[in-house]
């Protein structure tokens, strides 16, 4: 009972967090306007100004496990061929079918799973966290491409150039290369530099969440309540079950296990429905799928990680 109660005091302020957003967005204290201000803010500065700090500040000879690289990336691609495989059999409606299995495999570790980590493990730099976002979260917009691209009415060609380009143009990958030969170099900023870094990331965590919480919508239940409940159950519950016993036989650290078992329980990305939307997928589908595992995971991850504290 200790366990679960600590498990619940780690992730009950994330989803507090969440729930303030809906509230203001309901109440109409914060618009869509701000919510696609605010968003560029937390993408494009917040987040990868507390990534710069992290990595560079790090140790880059003890960040780098090919191991656990070897694993996250491998069980994002085994469950995201997997889960497509389930989804062309049993669900006849191509625009389904992208926004189930995109919903299912893509995690919202950013904006939820990093503030977790650090709750749970009690620290702000954590290696194995800065892994994920620079190997396993390029993936999770490769795969995206590719099935969303496949199913697109408009059907154009992948181009992997494009692809590429888009992924060294994403801010928190700029970050990350920007901060390694820091890393590497062990070079030392002002600390006048440091400090507004500091600054700048430390809103990066709360207002993402709230964002979250105001960009939910649950109207998106009603014509696709067995795709959701599906898709959610994978997402939060199926997954964790499946890939972290085996990363315990595998030897993987208390810190490591940790990392990816939030990486898989934490709710689906809420710009799967963006990309989804864009390319053609029910967007419906894939926003109630945003909502469902949300609401699945406030209850799941404490769970989660009570019974983790009592085996490792």
């Avoid at 389930?86 to 191509?94: G, H, P, Q, R, T």
């Amino acid at each position: 009972m200790s366990n679960l109660i600590l498990s619940l005091n780690i992730s009950v302020p994330v989803f507090l967090l969440i729930l303030f957003g809906y509230l203001l967005k309901r109440k109409g204290i914060v618009n869509e306007e701000y919510i696609g201000i605010t968003t560029t803010l937390v993408y494009y500065f917040a987040l990868p100004a507390r990534l710069f700090r992290d990595v560079s500040s790090s140790d880059f000879y003890s960040l780098i496990n090919g191991k656990f690289i070897l694993f996250t990336v491998g069980i994002t691609v085994f469950s995201f061929i997997l889960v497509w495989g389930l989804a062309a059999v049993f669900i006849k409606e191509k625009r389904k079918i992208s926004a189930f299995v995109h919903g299912v495999f893509r995690s919202n570790y950013v904006y939820v799973g990093l503030p977790l980590t650090q709750n749970i493990l009690g620290t702000d730099v954590i290696p194995s966290t800065i892994l994920i976002i620079t190997f396993v979260i390029p993936m999770y917009n490769i795969l995206a491409v590719i099935l969303l691209t496949y199913y697109d009415s408009k059907r154009g060609k992948i181009s992997i150039k494009k692809m590429i380009v888009d992924i060294l143009k994403n801010p928190m990958i700029i970050a990350i290369l920007v901060a390694l030969p820091c890393s590497i170099l062990k070079v030392s900023l002002p600390f006048a530099i440091t400090k507004s870094l500091d600054y700048i990331g430390s809103i990066a965590t709360p207002l993402a969440l709230i964002l979250i919480g105001a960009g939910m919508r649950f109207n998106s239940f009603i014509d696709n309540k067995k795709y959701i409940l599906c898709a959610s159950v994978l997402k939060v519950i199926i997954q964790p079950l499946l890939f972290i016993p085996m990363a315990m036989v595998l030897g993987f650290n208390r810190e490591e296990i940790y990392t990816i078992f939030v990486m898989l329980a934490v709710p689906t990305a809420m710009n799967s429905y963006i990309m989804t939307k864009q390319l053609g997928g029910d967007g419906e589908l894939s926003a109630g799928i945003i909502v469902s595992s949300v609401i699945f995971s406030f209850f799941t991850i404490p769970i989660g990680v009570s019974i983790l504290r009592m085996l490792i």
